[in-house]
């Protein structure tokens, strides 16, 4: 039976440019799929197709049981939509902001401007509440939009990078509600390029790269495809490297790397902890002092570079443009709304 998102097949193209190349997803009611990528790899195409912003060439969707093809307005009033660009209407203050968008949903005044104050507390926004929007920093309206995105409690949810420009406690309280949020039932697609974020919430991954998905599974999957542990170790003393190098490769399951400038070197092992005592005991036999030694398990960067050939913080954003090549439009910065309309702000 599939998910409470499911995708079978989906092309896209801009042009000459294939966004998405047969892309297939399925992510069980209740979890967090992490969809990652470098950019122009199809993230966001993806998800605009999934929620009724961009109709697709070819393949099927189907999102909270409906047809996106068939019913998009019944989609739209069941999805909740957090994209790359805070989508909140400036000159409104943010209790207004959000009341509006429950008026858009067809919820009573009075309904909208509880679930509104809800929203506020729930997002650290209560004291800004009365403000306009444009007096908001960037990670306020962040969370704004955020909580727009849910205020009718949508049974699915697509972010798109939620926590792009977010300083480290800001994300971490988003972090919070996206968890709370998937323990009350909801189900969430997350893009992101953030991948301790991924790490930290999804579980389960997809990687695409080129319009097609690439690598699935989880966290642990999907690191266990790099290799296992490996001892890195940075000696003090340059002239020590090559010594060094020996010595790892007396203990080592492969080949020995080694950066030169920054005077660190890599190993793949076996044996855990009881190897690591060993390597350090010869290293203290034959005399080398070392500024940093431990022993390495595989993340998710290791998983990234070794399937698109570049970490993620190596790609670069597009402008004007999505993660894509698609050009921009109000829809595409908006959120989807109730009743089969499209709010563009």
Known sequence: MPGAIYAEGLVKTFGDVRALDGVDLDVPE???????????????????CLTTLLRPDRGKAVV?????????????????LSGQFAAVDEYLTGRENLQMVGRLYQM?????????????????????????AKTYSGGMRRRLDLAAALV????????????????????????????????????????????????HLAHHICVVDHGRVIARGTSDELKARTGGERVELVV?????????????????????????????????VTGGAKLLAEVIRELDARGMEID??????????????????????????????????APQDAHSRGRTAGAGKEQSK
């Open 236 to 268: 003090h003393d340059r002239e020590h490297i090559r010594a060094a190098a020996e010595v790892l490769r007396g203990f080592g399951k492969g080949e020995t790397t080694v950066e030169e400038h920054t005077r660190k070197l890599t190993v793949p």
């Open 64 to 80: 909270a049981g409906i047809d996106v093809l068939k019913d998009p307005d019944a989609v739209r009033r069941s999805v909740g």
């Open 292 to 325: 940093d030694i431990g022993l390495r398990r595989p993340t998710l960067d290791d998983v990234f570079i070794s399937l698109t050939g570049h970490a993620a913080e190596e790609t670069g954003g597009t402008g004007g443009a999505d993660d894509d090549g």
């Open 108 to 132: 009573g005044a009075k309904a909208a401007k509880a679930r509104a104050g809800e929203l506020l507390e729930q997002f650290h926004l209560a004291d800004a509440a009365d403000r306009t």
């Open 152 to 199: 009718v409690s949508p049974p699915v949810m697509f972010m798109d990078e939620p926590t792009t420009g977010l300083d480290p406690r800001n994300r971490q309280q988003l972090w919070e509600v996206i968890k709370h949020l998937v323990s009350g039932g909801t189900t969430l697609l997350l893009t992101t390029q953030y991948l301790e974020e991924a790490d």
């Open 30 to 48: 209740g979890t967090v799929l992490g969809l990652l990528g470098p950019n122009g790899a199809g993230k966001t195409t993806a998800v605009r």
